[in-house]
């Protein structure tokens, strides 16, 4: 085990750049003062918010770049001006050559999964990245991939995702067999997209030794927890999570106004305001914020673009315990092992 | 206006056949006691469970058939048993025969959007029909389209289902120029897959005179009621509505346990109960059960498959308005009128 958990921050990714980035750092910090952060950005930005929390100053490094990736570029466009010098690059570069242990980006997705590719590597034999999520449901957790990696999919990168996937709920949860299922519009199996029929068709009958597949699921048995891994391509899997979050908030922003309507409620709402608290905690969907990259040969955290300090930090906290309890080379492990059965039986079965 | 309501409801469609059905229709009667109705299904199943329910009984008719739309059935072969003479095509037949104003169905979509075809017939220059979702949000309500009917789709499927939902909102929501959204993965223009972005391009360049194009919106802006009208595809848009009332449902559940903690907790509910009544009334998936099909010559409203009778009830009760409020052809004027524009436009930005 380590003795510090080294993070490397790309500080001018996402909507809001480092005045978001800093105080997560700082915010994540408290929680785990193990940690020393490594900065990427232009220093006329970054300094001044640095200086501004001393405590976190004192455990940080900043390499300055005024290279930052547009929200709005194409993968392509971003790694033409941005390889070997944008804070992207540079923080993935980081954990590339052992100066990190791990690196969070709210930075333009496609370009992070483009320049991840090139500057990290892929674990042998997987084709592409995906972005598995932790999702909050009725029964604990499960892990929802791909939430935006790769768009457009064929049945075969379906599989790889179910394989990838139960690794990483079998280290996660520490379970033998996790159970998957396939997201569909309907449990039959006539239903849906073709590529997922046919991906589904292979599940079936491919007989996986290390999960279980339990068929198709519709978008309310994610929640559920009906399965405890949910496999999906990245555009569905994308608004299946962002529309849940607008949903939780929605609701968030009901309860509020109920519960200023009357006295009673007012009184009421004085009453119960610890279960209250309890109930936001858990439905408030930073807490859930955090991507993790699957499928590549380091640990890359992805934040979403939108979030704030506390979003942010909770993206930071899911690297940490990637580094702390070493979780992603025990599901690279289990990704190269079970990927060698996966193609097997999909062979057999296909 | 007609003096009575005719709805014809296919008894035997969805997860609990006749068993929701009645009681849902008794439920619905209750509210409009204007309706009438038509059951198509089994005799010795729906005659029993209608002479429980004298009221509903008094004013219903059932006609008897046999065959019932399995929902694991391929369109096509519905269609090759079904068609004539099932439960789902009869009620459909009433509609297309003018002997009933709507029809409800719970049953296999795919099969009731193939026989809403055969049977009722497309508007003319609609190529494919789309279910619309009244979606709550925290303005109002937004449509949502197509969440189920046609799975897979080109740019000029969506620029229709921005005309055929922007028809719906001008007339529902009573406004001259309705917003709409294309959902997407990102607010960029370079993101999303290839049919979103073309049609994005289509809907700026286009400048539609019927409604105004926002540009793209994610998951969490259809709670937020960013557009009044959300464009996306059937199956992302299917998962997208069942995960937030999946999570509806959850965070239900976890209120549920919340209150039932601590005694202050449960004093508080006590306090606020007519608060959480109306929240839980807000929060119900049920009540925003029933999505209209646009695109026919006819009034089809789709239920839940696995809806309950209050969710049933729900989808009845939309029928009910559309009808009252002669809405299908007010929509299907402004469809056909705007069809014609968009298309001229959509050739002009093509």
Redesign the interface.
């Known amino acids: 085990m380590p003795d510090k958990v080294r993070i490397a921050l790309d500080a001018m990714g996402g909507d809001h750049g480092a005045s978001v980035v800093i105080p997560a750092a700082e915010i994540s910090l408290t929680r785990h003062p193990d940690s020393e952060f490594i900065f990427f950005g232009d220093t006329a930005v970054v300094q001044p918010l640095l200086d501004a929390h001393p405590k976190l100053k004192a455990c940080s490094r900043l390499v300055h770049t005024e290279i930052a990736i547009k ?4 993968p392509s466009q971003a790694l033409r001006y941005g390889r070997w010098k944008s804070s992207m690059w540079l923080s993935l570069d980081a954990v590339k050559k052992g100066e990190a242990d791990v690196t969070v980006s709210a930075g333009n ?2 370009a992070l999964m483009a320049m991840a590719r090139f500057c990290i590597k892929m674990l042998p034999g997987i084709e592409r990245p995906a972005i598995a999520a932790l999702w909050p ?2 029964k604990g957790e499960s892990i929802v991939l791909d939430v ?1 990696a790769t ?2 999919t064929d049945a075969h990168h379906l599989v790889e995702l179910a394989s990838m996937g139960s690794a990483m709920a079998r280290i996660l949860f520490d379970l033998d067999r996790p159970t998957v299922g396939l ?1 569909n ?2 449990v ?6 073709e590529q997922v029929r046919e991906a589904g068709q292979i599940l079936r009958e491919g007989n996986f030794p290390h999960f279980d597949y339990i068929g198709f699921v ?7 927890g009906t399965a405890d891994v949910i496999v ?1 391509e ?3 899997g ?14 968030g ?3 509020k106004s ?2 200023a ?2 006295w ?2 007012k ?10 608290r ?2 936001s905690d ?2 408030d969907p930073r807490k859930a914020n955090g991507g993790v990259f699957l499928g590549l040969n380091g640990i890359v955290i992805k934040s979403h ?1 939108g979030a704030d300090a506390l979003g942010y930090a909770s993206a930071i906290d899911i690297g940490y315990d990637m580094v702390r309890y070493d979780l992603l080379s025990k599901i690279n492990q289990t990704i190269v092992r079970d990927d060698n059965v996966a193609k097997a039986a999909a062979g057999a079965a296909s």
Chains 1, 2 share one sequence.
Not at 267 to 276: C, E, K, Q, S, T
């Open positions: 929200m709005d570029d194409k997705t496609g449901t009725l935006g768009i457009g997201l519009i309907g039959e199996e006539v239903k849906g997209l519709e978008g309310n048995d994610i929640g559920k999906t990245g555009f569905a994308n608004i299946a999570l962002k529309t849940a979050e607008g949903t939780a908030r929605q609701i922003q009901y309860l109920a519960m309507r009357t009673q409620a009184i009421g709402f004085i009453l119960a305001r610890n279960a209250f309890a109930l858990k439905m673009g």
